[in-house]
């Protein structure tokens, strides 16, 4: 393990967590623009964070450990999740601990001790929340996956950060397969992530909330965990979404410490446009009927399933 | 990838992309934009059919592009409208399949026709053998949209969607049919949707409906008595 290595996986890290809740804060100010309302301030992500820390948790009578444990758990997954994905450089020593398929599984494990934890305390908003995320997770984990084995088929690796090297240093083409697999990854991006389509992050209308319904029952500490691990969720999404399918200006092996300096403003610039983009299509569109979100995740494993074969008969 | 000329790639994404429309025509709830897809589907054809033109030096294909775009982009789509408008069947679906449903078995199609245009691309000497199994699965997808749709709207677009798949088909097994087949199709193509339309007035006038679930039945059934037809209906032959 070379230093610049060490360099490149603990600044991924840090800015991981740093700037989750900014990338958060950023696409809820762009909302409100879009919406035509006054735009809270973009720290208020940190802020609600640190407010949540400096209160006293209230845990109901009948929680077993188990809800106690969760938001560490879930935290601790998204965090490692971050530490996976290159979002900067892709010479990452965590790497070879997992590939984008045990990515996969890592985000499952954080959505089953999410649902577990809703279930635990035994109330009804719980545990219909749960049954609601594991019917969106089942729909959307094979088309997660599929979108995965599109870019693997064509860089020949399930590693993260071998795709993304391999993809940013090819020659320039147009690759069908890729195009709709990107569609269907920003899909499975809503979808996964409680935005609008599928479900209402800003709402807290009882019959609708799928997110919002599992960590009703947590306080202070667990919830500023909670809240900060699902910014980590949009931000580690994001970030997967640019090593497929926007993997240019990372650093490779090649470059050099000034390569990693370098793709510190790209990933900012990334970001931000992506922030907008969110901000867009949530403000277009109008949230689909728990009834219809099968239908919307089946178009997404569709697209990437087609992505797939048009790969494998045109080789594009 | 790296070493495709750029032509050839962007005829990939119009092959890709027509695979798609098929989809969304699968996927499509209202008629109104069934017919719209078919003409975007049009648009593709004629753009793939100037890239292989252009590309091959074949002067017919030239021609035959032409024909696509005032056949499948102007006339059909604009006589298919205004049927609709006449006809007033804005909202003419309700697929027999749930969306999700049909999506996989589309999807199984699209591997079946893969599998079977294999051998076949293996024959053919053109540059765009590839796409052959994409215009198989197109039309295996028409198929499917017709057999899931009940109303008639629906299927004649289902079917003029096929007619594109023949051709697309055809253009990149042999660089297009002779020109005088090809305008006997489009004749054809014409003239069917043409006397469709009449169908449509007299299914309608029938049935009160044009829904084709009706023509099941063999004997009058009660509630069309109302409809007060001069001679009952005898048989789904007939029709």
Request: charged share 10%; glycine share 6%.
């Amino acid at each position: 393990m070379k230093p610049l290595e060490i360099l490149t996986q603990a600044l991924e890290l840090i800015a991981a967590l740093a700037a989750a809740p900014l990338f958060l804060g950023w696409v809820n100010q762009c909302r409100a623009w879009l919406q035509n309302r006054r735009a809270p301030s973009i720290w208020l992500p940190y802020r609600g964070i640190r407010k949540l820390f400096h209160k006293d948790a209230v845990i109901a009578e009948n929680a077993s450990p188990l809800f106690r444990l969760a938001p560490y758990i879930v935290f601790g997954a998204m965090l490692v999740a971050a530490g996976i994905i290159p979002s900067m450089g892709t010479r990452l020593p965590f790497t070879i601990a997992a590939d984008a398929i045990a990515l996969v599984g890592l985000l499952a494990t954080a959505r089953v001790f999410l649902s577990l934890a809703a279930i635990d305390i035994g109330t009804a908003f719980g545990t219909l929340g749960a049954r609601r995320e594991m019917m969106v997770g089942f729909l959307a984990e094979p088309a997660l996956l599929m979108v995965i084995f599109v870019a693997s088929i064509i860089s020949a690796t399930t590693a993260l950060p071998a795709i993304a090297e391999n993809l940013a240093t090819q020659t320039l083409g147009l690759y069908p397969s890729l195009a709709f697999t990107a569609v269907a990854f920003t899909l499975i991006l809503l979808a996964e992530n409680a935005r609008i389509p599928i479900d209402n992050p800003a709402t807290h209308l009882e019959l609708t909330m799928i997110h919002e319904a599992m960590v009703l029952e947590y306080s202070a500490r667990h919830l500023a965990l909670m809240e900060w691990a699902a910014a980590l969720k949009l931000f580690n999404y994001a970030c997967i979404g640019f090593a497929l399918f926007l993997p240019w200006g990372i650093s490779t092996g090649a470059g050099g410490p000034l390569s990693l300096l370098a793709s510190i403003p790209l990933l900012a610039a990334k970001l931000t446009v992506t922030g907008a983009a969110l901000a867009f299509i949530e403000t277009i569109s109008a949230k689909l009927r728990v009834f219809r979100a099968p239908e919307f995740l089946a178009i997404a494993f569709m697209l990437a399933v087609l992505g797939l074969l048009v790969h494998l008969l045109l080789g594009a | 990838m790296a070493g495709t000329p750029f032509d050839l790639q962007l005829l990939n994404l119009c092959a890709a992309l027509l695979l798609l429309l098929s989809f969304a025509m699968l996927a499509q709830r209202r008629v109104v934009i069934l017919v719209n897809l078919l003409a975007i589907q049009g648009v593709l054809l004629f753009v793939a059919t100037l890239l292989l033109a252009w590309r091959t030096g074949e002067r017919h294909l030239y021609l035959s592009a032409g024909l696509t775009l005032a056949l499948k982009v102007v006339l059909l789509p604009w006589l298919l409208h205004r049927l609709i408008r006449r006809l007033q069947v804005y909202w003419d679906t309700e697929p027999l399949l749930n969306i999700s449903g049909t999506m996989l078995v589309g999807l199984l199609v699209v591997v079946f026709a893969f599998g079977l245009a294999q051998p076949i691309a293996a024959l053919a000497s053109t540059a765009t053998r590839s796409a052959i199994g994409i215009a198989l699965a197109v039309i295996l997808l028409s198929f499917v949209t017709m057999i899931t749709r009940r109303k008639a709207m629906s299927q004649v677009v289902g079917f003029l969607s096929m007619e594109n798949g023949l051709f697309f088909g055809a253009m990149s097994a042999t660089y297009g049919m002779p020109m005088i087949v090809e305008f006997g199709v489009a004749l054809d193509v014409l003239v069917a949707v043409l006397v469709l339309g009449v169908f449509f007035f007299q299914i309608r006038e029938q049935f009160d409906s044009l829904d084709l679930h009706h023509f099941e039945s063999l004997k009058e059934s009660p509630a069309f008595k109302k409809s007060a037809s001069p001679e009952p209906v005898r048989s789904a032959q007939e029709h």
